[in-house]
């Protein structure tokens, strides 16, 4: 490379969509030394269209589900790939495949705390560098096992020039926003009542995203009598006019969340809005309880905080003007640009290299899908799903598919995900369907029906068939 030729960053993501992973890509390239580097996306599956227009007007340039031979071509000319890295079949299928000698920065946008959505040691493997973007994460012991020179902690940072002369003018009532994904894979389940349960006057909660829970939301607001409370929004782009109306941010995320730098957290704390939290996941890491938010145990915790912070203004004012402080001083992608850059820096001192591709073949014809997902987990939470691969005893396998069919709302999600990458694959359409029974019973019994006919021909699953019907 030609001496103060820009750098080729090269960003693979799953899918290039609306959020924190799309807003902290430009961040980085916004704060970046001018001229220092050129970034391009990959979007392993096709791009949004609203995404796509956003990360065009930042200067960068997209390629959308690209051919294979187009992408090795670009993977083979950058000079850096960033991997922009959670549980997905499709970022797992691009560790396992054979690709050109490359630099592999991965950034990681889960926590790795909880499966499904894990940080594998193959990922260890497969970067050069691996950075974490939670300060819990390299308490793991794969961060732990690993060379310190090829690890680092690097936190997702909000751009707050979007928020720049954001004003806050006074307000009728009490107003509790939330910005974020409408999932119960991250939100609390409990979200609509134990907001319900915060009995202070003209209180309003301004929610704002999508999310496939989004109309359960609505459904459980009207069941409950206080959907006159409650104004689903959906995405808002402009969040500084959100944030403007806020008294509190409540942010209750569930346990065994993914979340890590929590843009949205550190957005609202920018604007002078106390958030409210509960212990799990990234969020609990941003807030340090009674300084500039709180932290809660549980639902009652978090009504009785709110609820605390309308009767008394002058703590709700004090825990805001330390969010915003601690805001501008310790987060923000003025911070984490050049922080990757130096990273950038030092990867280049090494050579460009080959990974290893996977070649195991399944041990069982058809079970492909199955298998990678089984290796998404390297041992963390997949005891039940090889059960039901390989038991010989019909017994022991439909123990193991009883506790499948209780998995977490983020399992069953990344059980969907796969199956709906490998169609064709039994085991993935048994799964898919013991996770839909208490929620989709018709759809579950199709899974079911699908699953017979690819093969997965036993007495249970013919039993779990006839019960949907």
């Known amino acids: 490379m030609a001496a103060n030729q820009p750098l080729l960053i ?13 807003n902290a890509i430009v961040g980085v390239v916004k704060y970046a030394t001018p001229g220092s580097a050129q970034h391009r996306i990959v979007s392993l599956l096709p791009a949004q269209r609203r995404a796509r227009e956003i990360a065009l007007e930042n200067g960068i340039a997209i390629l959308s589900a690209p051919e294979t031979e187009t992408f090795t071509g670009l993977l083979a000319s950058a000079d850096i790939v960033q991997l922009h890295f959670w549980n997905s079949p499709e970022i797992h299928q691009f560790l396992a495949a054979p690709w050109p000698a490359m630099r592999v920065l991965v950034w990681c946008h889960v926590n790795g705390a909880a499966p499904p959505h894990i940080l594998p040691r193959q990922l260890f493997e497969f970067g050069d560098v691996v950075v974490a973007t939670a300060p819990s994460s390299l308490g793991l012991p794969v961060f732990r096992a690993a060379d310190p020179e090829r690890v680092a902690l690097i936190p997702g940072g909000a751009d707050f020039a979007r928020l720049a002369g954001l004003q806050a003018p ?16 991250k939100l609390h389940d409990a979200f609509v009542a134990m907001s319900a349960a915060i009995n202070v006057p003209e209180i309003r909660f301004l929610v704002c995203g999508e999310g496939r829970d989004r109309a359960e ?25 959100i944030l403007a109306q806020l008294d509190v941010f409540g942010y209750p995320l569930c346990a065994g969340n993914h979340a890590t730098g929590e843009l949205t957290i550190q957005e609202a704390m920018y604007a002078g809005v106390p958030p409210v939290v509960f212990p799990f996941g990234g969020a609990a890491e941003i807030v340090a309880n009674g300084r500039n938010g709180i932290i ?10 709110i609820t605390s912070l309308y009767y008394n203004p002058a703590e709700r004012k004090r825990l805001g003007a330390n969010a915003a402080q601690d805001a501008r001083t310790r987060f923000g992608a003025q911070r984490s640009g050049p922080a990757l850059e130096a990273v950038f820096e030092r990867m280049m001192a090494q050579p460009k290299r080959i990974r290893a591709s996977e070649t195991n073949d399944p ?16 041992s963390n939470g997949d005891a039940d799903f090889v059960t039901s691969l390989t038991a010989a005893r019909e017994e022991d396998a439909e123990a193991a598919e009883a506790r499948l069919a209780d998995a977490s709302p983020n399992m069953a ?3 969907l995900q796969y199956r709906l990458r490998h169609p064709d694959d039994p085991h993935l359409r048994l799964w898919s369907g013991l996770v839909l029974k208490k929620r989709r019973n018709e759809i579950a019994t199709a899974e079911f029906k ?9 007495p249970r699953v013919h039993r779990y068939f006839r019960e949907g019907l």
């Open 10 to 22: 090269l960003h693979v993501i799953e899918q290039l969509t609306l959020g924190g992973p799309l």
């Open 450 to 458: 699908a699953s017979l006919a690819l093969g997965c021909d036993y």
């Open 363 to 378: 041990p069982a014809c058809g079970t492909t899908g199955a298998w990678s997902l089984v290796r998404s987990l390297d």
């Open 170 to 185: 006074a307000h009728p009532g009490f107003n509790v926003g939330y910005i974020g994904r409408l999932d119960f894979c």
């Open 413 to 415: 999600d990344i059980v």
């Open 296 to 305: 809660v145990q549980n639902a009652h915790e978090y009504s009785t905080a």
């Open 217 to 241: 939301l609505a459904r459980q607001a009207r069941a409950l009598g206080v959907s006159e409370r409650f104004s689903l929004s959906g995405f808002v782009e402009d969040i500084a006019s």
